[in-house]
């Protein structure tokens, strides 16, 4: 290894895992100084984004698990830093930073009025900072924007109780500023909206709900169209991508929410009921369940792409060791009490 020249070994390593380039750390100082690197770090996240490689599937229910996209076979626990908060997380080309969105909101004894506070964090000035207020009422508390085109996507109203037709609005992560999102032109608006992405192009979902009566929970769906944003920002651009409609082998559902193409790009993994995973057949139109080990009963699914960047918050670390040590503070202070107590009985 040592005889091959310094490009090459820095084009292999850039195509392996994340772990195993963690390791790979100890080899030698050279290499952990490449590793480590800001050049290094964008060029591999650069080859996972290009090639689909290091994709895996974010599960969450009261905790985090993590599975490999193409793997599929079993779901592995994860720390969880974020707790359920609303948020996004995405990269700022302009001004090459990686930032984090944490959105708060409030609302006020007028079941129509609330208010947010929204804080943006980024990793190259390591600090926090307070943006003006969201001010659209979120949708759905499920606790991340969905990134595409270096912008995070929320499904929003103007108000809780507002009878307004849901739009979508972007926050940019490069002017930190908010926009709506053009929407085509359906020919029937009553449906539930939702948004995705799929390999970076940004998804919408429209659910048409069945108006039969005594349809019940998990069997309201009358049918999914996905829709897919070709080119970013521009109306004209949707395009009806597939149509999921309840079968024999998919049965009814109350939602399907699209995650992923599949190896082969001629099959879509889709989040059915937050119970399961099916793969759809964009050609043959037919779908099959997908058995993944370790998977919880109810869940939530992201797909992630496994990255050496890197969020060093000292101010988070440093709010967590205080904790710790009030929290060292109060049991020694338990204990010592407790041990008075006790002597004063023997006694």
Same mark, same amino acid.
């Given at each position: ?37 800001p ?28 599975v ?20 996004g ?12 969105v ?27 900072k ?10 759905? =508390?499920? +606790?991340?924007? *969905? $990134? ?8 929003? #109203?103007?108000?809780? %109780? ?66 897919v944003?070709?080119e ?30 599949? =190896?082969? +790009?001629?099959? *879509? $993994? ?8 099916? #793969?759809?057949?964009? %050609? ?43 929290r ?16 004063g009985?023997?006694?």
């Amino acid at each position: 290894m040592a005889r091959l020249p310094w490009d090459l070994i820095v084009d292999i390593l850039r195509r392996l895992p994340v772990k195993d380039l963690l390791r790979y750390r100890c080899v030698s100082k050279p290499w952990c100084s490449l590793i480590d690197g800001p050049d290094f770090i964008k060029k591999h996240l650069s080859h996972s984004m290009e090639t689909f490689s290091n994709t895996g599937i974010v599960l969450r229910d009261c905790d985090l698990r993590w599975v490999d996209l193409y793997a599929l076979d079993s779901a592995v626990k994860l720390s969880d830093p974020m707790g359920y908060i609303i948020f996004g997380f995405g990269y700022d080309p302009i001004n090459d930073d990686y930032k984090l969105v944490r959105m708060v909101q409030f609302f006020g004894r007028d079941s129509d009025s609330f208010d947010s506070e929204v804080k943006v964090y980024s990793a190259k000035s390591n600090t926090w900072k307070r943006i003006s207020d969201f001010p659209y009422y979120l949708c759905y =508390k499920r +606790g991340y924007g *969905v $990134l595409a085109s270096n912008a995070l996507h929320w499904v929003v #109203s103007q108000t809780p %109780e507002s009878d307004i037709s849901k739009f979508i609005v972007a926050f940019d992560l490069v002017t930190e500023e908010y926009r709506e999102v053009p929407q085509p032109d359906y020919v029937d608006e009553d449906f539930h909206m939702n948004v995705e992405v799929l390999r970076g192009s940004l998804c919408m979902l429209c659910n048409y709900v069945s108006d039969d009566p005594e349809a019940g929970w998990g069997s309201r769906s009358h049918h999914v169209d996905i829709w897919v944003m070709t080119e970013y920002g521009v109306k004209e651009s949707w395009t009806k991508m597939f149509t999921v409609v309840p079968s024999d082998a998919i049965g009814s559902f109350d939602h399907v929410l699209p995650l992923a193409y599949l =190896k082969t +790009g001629d099959e *879509v $993994l889709l989040n059915h009921n937050g119970k399961k995973f099916i #793969s759809y057949d964009l %050609e043959t139109k037919e779908a099959k369940n997908v058995i993944i080990t370790g998977v919880p009963d109810y869940l939530e699914a992201y797909i992630c792409v496994e990255s050496l960047v890197g969020l060093n918050d000292s101010d988070m670390e440093i709010s967590w060791k205080q904790g710790c040590e009030t929290r060292k503070k109060k049991n020694n202070q338990r204990q010592r009490k407790k041990k008075r107590q006790s002597s004063g009985k023997k006694r």
